[in-house]
């Protein structure tokens, strides 16, 4: 949001800005709440304007926009909606690819960028080596490992904090547990720690995982 950027926006005109409902509600980057609805529009735009001429960059701006819910910027109601604005810059044509299209687009490339540093903040820490097929084969096990940590904590914390959080939040939380196994009167018993913040989480998972298979249909 550099000055050229603001000014852009700045002349996109109140009816050319479109309403987009989300299926999947977004969180936003600035007060982390879950939004549901926005407004999107474009201006042409022009990258680069300080480099010489041959090197510049003509394209699209397209906005999303967004009202502002920040309580503690605003301590009493405004005479008209205050709003944040969120832009990026595309070169594809608006005929192959339109403004709702785009910004669909965009928010799809943010959720594997957040998936991509999970990983590489994992697993994909250890890579490359110099073997194609020993990275070949640690990247599948690195997914599989991933999909079934999320699931974990969704399953464990549907609505909570562990259904959104990092594979390595939920490791910590879930999977690296300072238990201890007994073994008495051929019974095994998990001993969890006392006062223990996740011990809700980790029963709903317990008891998800270890539940007897669904009876067949008759």
């Given at each position: 949001m550099d000055p050229a950027v603001k000014a852009a926006i700045a002349t996109i005109p109140e009816d050319a800005w479109e309403m987009i409902e989300y299926t999947d509600s977004i969180r936003d980057e600035a007060t982390g709440q879950l939004i549901s609805k926005a407004e999107v529009a474009e201006v042409a735009f022009t990258a680069f304007r300080s480099r010489k001429k041959a090197e510049r960059v003509d394209g699209r701006l397209v906005v999303r926009r967004i009202p502002d819910l920040n309580?503690?910027?605003?301590?009493?109601?405004?005479?008209?909606?205050?709003?944040?604005?969120?832009?990026?810059?595309?070169?594809?044509?608006?005929?192959?690819?339109?403004?709702?299209?785009?910004?669909?687009?965009?928010r799809g490339h943010a959720i594997i960028e957040q998936v991509h540093a999970d990983l590489k903040g994992g697993p994909l820490a250890h890579l490359p080596?110099?073997?194609?097929?020993?990275?070949?084969?640690?990247?599948?096990?690195?997914?599989?490992?991933?999909?079934?940590?999320?699931?974990?904590?969704?399953?464990?914390?549907?609505?909570?904090?562990?259904?959104?959080?990092?594979?390595?939040?939920?490791?910590?939380?879930?999977?690296?547990?300072?238990?201890?196994?007994?073994?008495?009167?051929?019974?095994?018993?998990?001993?969890?720690?006392?006062?223990?913040p996740w011990q809700t989480a980790f029963e709903r998972l317990f008891t998800a995982t270890h539940a007897p298979p669904p009876a067949a249909a008759s």
């Open positions: 309580p503690n910027k605003v301590e009493q109601p405004t005479l008209f909606d205050v709003y944040r604005h969120h832009a990026f810059f595309t070169t594809t044509d608006k005929t192959t690819m339109g403004t709702v299209a785009a910004d669909k687009t965009h080596s110099g073997v194609f097929t020993a990275n070949s084969a640690w990247l599948v096990l690195a997914v599989i490992a991933f999909n079934l940590t999320r699931a974990a904590g969704l399953i464990a914390d549907r609505a909570g904090r562990l259904a959104r959080a990092t594979t390595a939040t939920i490791r910590r939380t879930l999977i690296s547990v300072p238990a201890r196994l007994a073994r008495s009167a051929r019974r095994i018993t998990l001993h969890l720690p006392e006062a223990w």
